[in-house]
């Protein structure tokens, strides 16, 4: 995805098709058209708007961020494994391409996260692009109501969106929530106490936990 985003950014800047697919390792034109359509669908002139991705670095491995010109509608690991469908859904929520590139919306998310894991922010505010179901926004805006340096769980998130008895819909949106940390869903856990999933790995998830409860305790 990386290389790809490369190459269409140079064919932005307006050089020739066969020269950015052999300059980036393509070994053949057909082979790069190919690779372009399977995972970004058709080029940025075809499709409404343009989705920019960035990949930046953390203590707990890269990172990509996307954002349209609204906020940033992406914020994942990239080693999730849903990381494919979740840019596939995207592109189709947006009718947008996705493209390699920045703007305010991932400089500021990458300069947060930054401190973030420095332990100098618990509250984020960048602006956030977010489609999804109605439903979907309410527990991703009951998710960042968590407090930074504590715990819940999908029984608690369900009766803070007065619904409930959705403990099993708020699971699923929960898993849904496309930007981590920011929308906190590595705050839930099991109301036994136990680790649930976590699209990022558990270990992740357990690391992110206690370094926030380690932040909280120290201010």
Not at 2 to 15: F, H, Y
Not at 77 to 97: C, G, I, K
Request: aromatic fraction near 10%; glycine fraction near 10%; include cysteine.
């Amino acid at each position: 995805m990386q290389r790809v985003n490369v190459a269409l950014q140079e064919l932005k800047a307006g050089r020739s098709a066969t020269d950015v697919a052999f300059d980036n390792g393509y070994e053949s034109l057909s082979g790069f058209g190919y690779t372009c359509k399977k995972l970004i669908g058709s080029p940025p002139s075809v499709r409404g708007q343009v989705i920019l991705i960035h990949r930046f670095t953390t203590p707990l491995g890269p990172m990509f961020v996307c954002a349209t010109e609204k906020g940033i509608c992406l914020l994942e690991f990239v080693d999730r494994r849903a990381l494919e469908t979740e840019f596939r859904d995207l592109q189709r929520f947006f009718n947008a391409s996705i493209i390699a590139g920045e703007n305010n919306h991932t400089r500021q998310a990458e300069e947060e996260i930054g401190e973030y894991f420095a332990g100098l922010r618990q509250k984020f505010t960048v602006a956030l692009d977010t489609p999804g179901s109605q439903f979907q926004l309410y527990v991703w805006e009951g998710l960042r109501c968590v407090t930074f340096g504590e715990i819940t769980n999908y029984q608690s998130i369900a009766a803070g969106i007065g619904k409930p008895g959705a403990s099993r819909a708020v699971a699923s949106a929960n898993g849904a929530n496309r930007i981590a940390i920011i929308i906190p869903c590595h705050r839930v856990i099991g109301k036994d106490g136990s680790m649930t999933g976590y699209g990022g790995g558990i270990a992740r998830k357990a690391w992110l936990i206690n370094h926030e409860a380690s932040v909280a305790r120290d201010n």
